[in-house]
């Protein structure tokens, strides 16, 4: 059984006041639409309506919601791994064009080509989702210095889980940032298992990024991500340091309720630790906190819950009545149009 992580204690409350009522509804809306079209996925791919994989980011949601909050679409970038609904969410794409793309369908995001680990979107600076573990490091690496070389200010964000540090990539892309002062930031989401290994039985540290980023002269953060206030004031100060010159390595301490994917049981785990995590769900903290604060009141919250259903059903529905791609896709975006 894994231990709760212990990261640093934050002072919720001013973090709240930092952020504002207005903002703290949006970030809460924002997860919990990204909580609603997972479940929903979820239950597609169990009807047979979704093929191929399916990576659900159910747990993780403080995270992707706390930093994406402070990146500018057209100057940033993001890029994550096969788990990445989120990311494309909370960017802005509509979950219809999403959901479609799950459903294999020429209104997709990538007209039905990518499926559900490789949405994408040159507009919001997403780099794409990638189904290589660690595949999508070199690519932040690549962001960051597009962004130092055109002199835009951006910053470059990459996800990717405790299971790719081991990976060469991780290593080359850290060495390879700090040696050119690339504004690039590596984020951990360490989820406590890379499938279903656990992560202390793979890695010789657990404390990932305060451990290993003085290997390569970087500075780190680690931080709760199953408290947005802490993911948020995090991304904050992070990302300040990288607009600055200075790439950061960043540790979420997480959790996923689900298994690896939707066809993995997660028999490695028992049921109280998932019920151990599941009583520190992000969501609920900062509906909680917010109830508590007077700054949401409980029929307002129930009126968020069903205007974001609402959008959910109606991204299924849009899914279901789209078409399949046409035969005159399958070379579409694959050879050079002359």
């Excluded at 904050?236 to 066809?263: C, D, F, M, N, W």
Aim: hydrophobic residues 40%; contains cysteine; aromatic residues 8%.
């Amino acid at each position: 059984m894994t231990d709760r992580p212990a990261p640093p204690a934050i002072d919720a409350a001013a973090v709240r006041q930092e952020m504002g009522r207005e903002r703290a509804l949006r970030l809460l809306r924002q997860m919990l639409l990204v909580r609603r079209f997972e479940e929903r996925a979820g239950q597609a791919y169990e009807a047979k309506k979704i093929a191929g994989f399916l990576h659900l980011y159910i747990g993780q949601e403080a995270v992707a919601t706390g930093w994406l909050d402070h990146l500018t679409p057209g100057r940033d970038f993001a890029v994550t791994s096969y788990r990445c609904h989120a990311q494309a969410l909370l960017l802005g794409l509509p979950a219809r064009e999403l959901m479609a793309e799950l459903f294999g369908k020429v209104s997709g995001n990538v007209r039905g080509k990518g499926g559900s680990m490789h949405f994408f979107s040159k507009e919001k600076g997403l780099l794409g989702g990638h189904g290589i573990v660690g595949g999508q490091i070199p690519v932040g690496t690549g962001g960051a210095f597009t962004a130092k070389y055109l002199g835009t200010g951006g910053v470059s964000l990459s996800f990717f889980g405790d299971g790719a540090t081991p990976q060469g990539t991780f290593h080359e892309s850290l060495n390879m940032a700090n040696l050119w002062k690339l504004p690039a930031i590596y984020i951990i989401e360490n989820n406590q298992y890379g499938m279903g290994t656990a992560c202390h039985r793979s890695n010789a540290v657990q404390d990932l990024a305060q451990l290993k980023a003085p290997g390569y002269g970087m500075p780190s953060f680690t931080f709760d991500g199953l408290d947005l206030y802490a993911s948020w004031k995090t991304a904050q100060q992070a990302i300040a340091v990288a607009r600055a010159g200075q790439p950061v390595l960043v540790e979420a301490k997480t959790y996923r309720y689900r298994g690896h994917s939707v066809s993995d049981a997660g028999l490695y785990r028992t049921k109280e630790e998932v019920d151990r995590y599941k009583a520190l769900d992000p969501i609920e903290r900062v509906r909680a906190d917010l109830l508590a604060c007077g700054w949401l009141d409980q029929a307002a919250s129930d009126a968020m819950e069903d205007e974001v259903m609402q959008e959910v059903r109606d991204a299924v529905a849009f899914s279901e009545e789209s078409p399949e791609p046409p035969m005159s896709e399958l070379t579409r975006h694959v050879y050079a149009e002359v």
